[in-house]
């Protein structure tokens, strides 16, 4: 029962007592305190609530424990077999303060350059090289969407076969701007 019906229920039960006269709550006893009744009924509706809030919160446990195995552990998105054009791609996203991760398999080395000043302090200037091993880019900081490019190391055109970006997502902001250079469309998985 809601809140709402026990109240109703409360109320309708003090009137009947409240017409047959002070005092009198039926044939087995002759006094009634209208507050021992009305404790009775709040502590029933709480206990009600308490086991249906239970039950709702293992049901909900168990849901999202489902829900949360059957989603990645980290954002993602993986572009594959593309032509990575000197002016390179550009990714947008709000990552919390857990390092982007950044991984390809290219004919060449690329170089991963951050998109003005959108690191704040944790990263200024110089590009950094993503080689053969995943480049973790520096924090955030989490509290800013975040910009960087990704281009090839020379001024020459590259084919990459894939390309991972792996980040903790804080919402669902995510834009690639693609400058140029092909790419099959790939939808980004979050983890947030």
Known sequence: MSRRQLAVLAQGHSRKR????????????NVCRPMHFRVIVALT???????????????????SSVVATSRSN??????????????????FMHPTDAPILVSSTAGAPLKVCEVGTTFSTYWRGSCRWLLTTALALPSSGGAMHVGFRIRPATDRSIRVRR??????????????????????????????
């Open 18 to 29: 409240a017409s047959r006269g002070p005092g009198t709550c039926g044939s087995r006893s």
């Open 45 to 63: 509706a709480s206990a009600l609530l308490a086991t249906a809030a239970a039950g709702c919160s293992a049901a909900d446990h168990s849901r």
């Open 74 to 91: 980290a954002s993602r998105v993986t572009l594959s077999e593309f032509t990575l054009r000197s002016d390179g791609i550009t990714f």
């Open 163 to 192: 390309l991972r970006v792996r980040w903790h997502c804080v919402d669902h902001f995510y834009v690639l701007q693609r400058s140029g250079t092909a790419v099959p469309r790939a939808l980004p998985s979050f983890d947030c």
